[in-house]
Nanobody
């Protein structure tokens, strides 16, 4: 079965950087969509960034644009989220997620149709 496992995160000082990884297993597709989401205490889950691994097309929420970079390593079936210039507002639990392979990345993002989720990793910026 499909599994997404996040790693990275932890406690970071404001202005610092960290990188999250999302390894996907049980997945035979080389081209897929992967999104990063976050949820801060008391707030709704927010889509942060997405990547379509086949085309390399990316999208970022305005709140993270120019600070975060989503990237892929196809050989490792892993997607990364490099986070720079972190602020306390970036604090939250970060999740990676993927829709079914047949779903276009843009549509999945727009409709919130992400079927597979990682367990989440905490990022605390102080």
């Amino acid at each position: 079965h499909v599994q997404l496992v996040e790693s990275g995160g932890g406690s970071v000082q404001a202005g610092g950087s960290t990188r999250l990884s999302c390894a996907i297993s049980g997945w035979t597709y080389s081209s897929y969509c992967m999104g990063w989401f976050r949820q801060a205490p008391g707030k709704e889950r927010e889509g942060v960034a997405r990547i379509a691994t086949g085309s390399g097309n990316t999208y970022y929420a305005d709140s993270v644009k120019s600070r975060f970079t989503i990237s892929q390593d196809n050989a490792k079936n892993t997607v990364y989220l490099q986070m720079n210039s972190l602020t306390p507002e970036d604090t939250g639990v970060y999740y990676c997620a993927a829709p079914r392979p047949s779903v276009f990345c843009f549509n999945a993002w727009r409709k919130g149709n992400f079927d597979y989720w990682g367990q989440g990793t905490q990022v605390t910026v102080s």
